[in-house]
């Protein structure tokens, strides 16, 4: 039984990293309860990263593969490229016509990105940008969808998109759209190797899709309790990355690993080990399937193939109301 359709996306701007598995653990259990689309957002991709486009492709074969070997299942879901579907433009320039310039100066994350993505040299003050919101609306609403999946930092992005479905019932007297509400799920907040947020710049992220040696070593590389040199020495498990991802991955064992740092009876080395097998046994079966997927780009094609003509089958009927009422 249907509970409605849900469409979500993420930017394809370089490979997931293990913060991204919960988010996707949550979309793979909609799919058996939603009609599901979902969507890589390279023109979303653009916004940001427009002045070096050499990787564009790579990343959106490589955010796919993610994807399918995490557990989305074409044979279930729609999975698609925006930027195959030209509806989203279409619609996002009609919207563009009705949306007050205001609406978009106001949404929390503009100011914000120029100013964070500023720091690492990109300009964001273009017309493109400006519009990221708008052109999001624009992604959910040509598939009516009633449900977004979304961390906590779209929400200022839903709230326009609700107000842009609004104003557009309102303006034209048709209620075409309707006001998508947002899923949040549980999402595991790991913080980066490091300790700091984990971040591409920072260089401090464990891709899903990263070999066991890599993983070993990044694994070797987190920040422990400084505290503590020799094994003996009292730990504090609180101040510890990796502690903070056995909290997250090692459940049964959590309680005795603390007892036992704070005792002075387990060495970090012997307890990253864990974590590195638990990440590892974790990891495994993705990186299997990726592998198979890398090797059968025929396949991946067909997917995101018949993803374009299924999304572009709804978003044209939608199309088609939309210029019905606004006579164009
Ligand atoms: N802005 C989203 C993000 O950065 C990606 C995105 C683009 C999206 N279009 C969307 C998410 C539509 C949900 C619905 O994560
Ligand atoms: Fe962190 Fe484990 Fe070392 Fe304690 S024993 S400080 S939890 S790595």
């Not at 940008?129 to 969808?145: E, N, R, S, T």
């Not at 970090?268 to 097998?277: E, Q, S």
Request: net charge neutral.
């Amino acid at each position: 039984m249907s509970k409605g359709r849900i469409l979500s996306g993420m930017r394809s701007t370089g490979r997931l990293h293990i913060g991204h598995l919960s988010v996707l653990e949550n979309w793979v259990k909609l799919q058996d309860e939603y009609e599901c689309f979902f969507m890589v957002a390279d023109w979303h991709a653009l916004t940001s990263n427009y002045a070096d486009t050499h990787d564009m492709q790579q990343n959106i074969r490589d955010l796919v593969i993610d994807w399918m070997a995490a557990g989305l299942d074409p044979s279930k879901s729609t999975i698609f490229v925006q930027s195959h579907v030209k509806e989203h433009a279409e619609l996002h320039l009609l919207f563009s016509m009705i949306t007050p310039l205001s609406w978009l100066e106001r949404v929390p994350t503009y100011k914000d990105q120029i100013a964070q993505l500023g720091k690492q040299g990109k300009d964001l003050n273009t017309y493109g940008f400006l519009g990221y919101p708008l052109l999001q609306a624009a992604d959910i609403l040509v598939y009516k969808a009633n449900a977004v999946p979304v961390g906590e930092d779209q929400l200022p992005h839903l709230e326009f998109t609700r107000e842009v479905a609004r104003r557009f019932n309102f303006m034209y007297k048709a209620e075409i759209f309707p006001e998508p509400q947002p899923i949040i799920g549980q999402v595991a907040l790991l913080p980066g190797i490091d300790g700091r947020k984990m971040s591409k710049s920072y260089n401090n992220f464990i891709n899903i899709s990263s070999e066991s040696k890599d993983l070993a070593a990044k694994v070797n590389a987190m920040i422990t309790d400084p505290a503590r040199i020799k094994k003996t020495d009292p730990g504090h498990p609180e101040i510890c990355t990796v502690h903070t991802y056995h909290t997250i991955y090692s459940a049964a064992e959590l309680e005795d690993i603390r007892t036992k740092c704070r005792a002075g009876e387990i060495g970090c080395v012997a307890c990253k080990k864990m974590l590195g097998a638990k990440l590892d046994e974790l990891l495994n079966p993705i990186r299997e399937k990726r592998a198979a997927l890398e090797k059968n780009p025929d396949y991946v094609n067909k997917v995101l193939a018949e993803g374009a003509e299924k999304a572009r089958s709804v978003a044209s009927e939608v199309l088609k109301e939309v210029r019905k009422v606004m006579n164009m």
